[in-house]
């Protein structure tokens, strides 16, 4: 087994900052302070392949909310087409007009999308 594939097991069952802490001790215990310069190199070589864990952890997080969130508004999406009156997502946003008059009047021609008055239904 290589030496990162190690790494990911342990930090599947410890974390990864454990893992790490882990990794130092056992260094640490194996190469004596005769040795510095092979001390730095293992230390750096750890330190490199736990920042690969890491970005390999946050890419699979980053995945992970990506598909909840699809999920969750196809689920959202479901719900509304069974049962429209619920109101589950919300009423739709109000799209700005391209109008150069006050701001009052885009408020209110927009207030008239969502909110129909009496008179035209």
Request: no cysteine; charged share 25%.
């Amino acid at each position: 087994m290589v030496l990162w594939e190690i790494t990911l097991g342990t930090a599947y069952f410890l974390g990864l900052k454990r893992t790490y802490k882990l990794a130092l001790r056992i260094q640490r215990r194996l190469i004596s302070r005769k040795y510095p310069r092979i001390r730095q190199f293992a230390q750096r070589r750890t330190r490199a392949i736990f920042d690969v864990a890491l970005k390999v952890h946050l890419n699979i997080q980053q995945r992970d909310i990506e598909v909840g969130r699809h999920l969750g508004n196809r689920i959202l999406r479901w719900l509304d087409r069974m049962k429209p009156s619920a109101q589950i997502r919300g009423p739709l946003p109000v799209k700005p007009t391209n109008d150069t008059g006050s701001n009052t009047n885009a408020t209110k021609a927009g207030d008239q999308q969502h909110f129909p008055s009496e008179s035209s239904e």
